[in-house]
């Protein structure tokens, strides 16, 4: 390849998964049906931020629930409180949760927490490894989907049990909903359903959505309360928050109903990728918009192969390609708005040319 | 009053004090000259902060810059290192610091430092305080203007002395310069001969620069690489900043030149107030774009007055007035945009009006 795979990437006219590239013109998009003349939010209060944390309080099932500029800091927090209320720094989550692997241990760090790991890195966790804990925990996150296994879900009925031994034993339960909405479709509860099993929850107003940044805190008056006081000591408090909520509030309602039929894309994907010799995905079938897929070729390998068809068809299936070893690579598939974009049989050709790219080199 | 008094303050055409209204619309019209496909910054990275982050190290004379949300997070975090580095839980700062006064505590409840309180609430600092210090301290904290009492500030050669003991005891020296730009005036430096006293430098791009949110913090490439992994552990490393980004650079681009004019407005407002029996400022010459004004008559009763300058001249003076007793009240002057858009005589008139109301009830 001449120039490196992501700048090839970002040359294709169409993409396969993704909402869109994130231009700047996102956040004016989102400001153009909006009364310019509004006062902006202070430190918290002011409509343009009260408005929609009653929304989301009200959509989430919530008593109460607060902006944040981060889910990073969203989640700290709630672990925080909890731990302070049940007098234990011991928590526990899921060994690849995004507070274990992505946030440079803040907090054992700022808040001097213990994380214990439930189960394996591979598998989501279920009630024999909670019930395996010797320990006295203050809070299990239960984050749905489990992302870095590609977005896999418990069972419904295997919630609703997690959620009343942690109720019997006095665990607080806490949602990682980073992607809250993308799997209601699965479940086919509504979101206060689903949030209904949880003390507190966290939301993400980018990943499926498709916003900018931003997070929502949701839980009892008495809970949110005690995490503005936190926000403020994180430094989130800040003047004015709008730019995000304008945009959230925006992306949450041009997206939100979207997530079944971005599911399907996910799932006819899947279908399509699986059929190929040498790769495989993970979830098999998808259980909301994303899945990983596995495949038995070097990154290298694999990015010419998709610069190739990036090259013929105009179309980049995937952008970001780890390598797991010199024979082998992985890659995360979320869908979006962009999938909808596809001419008629771009994909179908695209596949096709995968599948007979790979099998030139197997030979 | 019918309606409450910072009610009326909207509804008035000229305000003195300020950059104008916080609508949302400033932000749009931050953007008005950007290029709209511009990508969005990713987690630190994109020329959009970092051509920001580069010019600010420049002209702030330090290596490094980084972005951040906020001003407390910044802050904290460079305390935070300073601590580290000298192992040292210690700072010592005023007693009106904003970290000690806005932040909850969050200083001592995420970072578990201790603050020393150097000197009295109603005075700035000196080399005296300093030195009777017997504890060895991480580093001083030194906020210029001291906001709380004023915006008053150390004479140069008192800020080289202070620096210079610092730098033969080992303690780091660390800038609130949340208003950086608004003190360049009085003491006829760049940026960058001010910064060079200091080890770390934090400046905000709100205050006077009248920006949305944000601010930068400086120091050695060292010290700003430390800063960036405390920054994703505070949940302030957003997927993007650019809302706030481009704002800040637009207003700093804006109104960074402006710093002498808004400090000759403050002191010939000053002057004017002074002049009126029953009101006093702090400090009474003022040595950048602010001061605090004292009123020897009750909240309600300078409300009441303020009021009807407000109906008379269509001219708030100012808005937030803070009850000291029942006798005695106070306001923060600082000045912007706003005091250029004033018709020529009407704040003269509005200042009489305002002494005779005085008068009338001091009878």
């Avoid at 993400?204 to 900018?212: A, E, Q, T």
């Avoid at 979006?336 to 007979?356: Q, R, T, V």
């Amino acid at each position: 390849m001449s120039k490196p795979y992501t700048e090839i990437c970002k040359s294709a006219k169409y993409k396969l998964t993704g909402n869109g590239d994130r231009r700047i013109e996102l956040l004016i998009e989102s400001f153009e049906h909006m009364d310019l003349s509004m006062d902006a939010d202070m430190y918290g209060t002011g409509s343009i931020i009260n408005d929609f944390e009653e929304e989301l309080a009200q959509l989430l099932g919530k008593e109460k629930a607060v902006f944040f500029p981060s889910g990073t800091m969203t989640q700290q927090i709630a672990l925080r409180i909890w731990s302070d209320e049940k007098e234990s720094k011991k928590v526990a989550y899921h060994p690849l949760c995004h507070l274990e692997i992505h946030e440079k241990d803040g907090l054992k760090m700022l808040h001097h927490m213990e994380s214990i790991l439930l189960g394996r890195e591979d598998r989501l966790f279920n009630i024999e490894d909670l019930i395996s804990v010797a320990a006295p925990i203050a809070c299990l996150l239960v984050e749905l989907p489990q992302r870095e296994i590609g977005g896999q879900l418990p069972a419904w009925d295997e919630l609703v049990e997690l959620a009343q031994f942690c109720k019997e034993k006095g665990i607080k339960l806490h949602l990682d909903g980073a992607r809250l909405f993308e799997v209601l479709p699965y479940y086919n509860k509504s979101a206060s359903d689903l949030c209904g099993l949880f003390d507190s929850v966290y939301v993400s107003f980018y990943k499926g959505l498709g916003g900018i940044a931003g997070a929502m805190l949701a839980g009892s008056a008495g809970f949110v309360e005690q995490s503005k006081v936190w926000k403020r000591r994180h430094g989130g408090d800040l003047i004015s928050l709008y730019p995000y909520i304008i945009n959230a509030r925006y992306s949450m309602n041009k997206r939100m109903g979207n997530m079944k039929a971005y599911w399907q894309h996910a799932l006819s994907v899947a279908e399509g990728l699986n059929k190929i010799e040498g790769i495989r995905t993970i979830p098999d079938v998808p259980v909301c918009n994303m899945f990983h897929a596995y495949f038995d070729a070097s990154k290298e390998t694999m990015e010419n192969i998709f610069a190739s068809i990036i090259e013929k068809y105009n179309l980049c299936l995937i952008g970001n390609i780890k390598a797991i070893d010199g024979l082998s690579c992985k890659s995360e598939f979320t869908f979006g708005d962009s999938f909808s974009l596809l001419p008629p049989g771009l994909l179908e050709d695209a596949l096709n040319h995968l599948e007979s790219e790979i099998k030139k080199r197997q030979v």
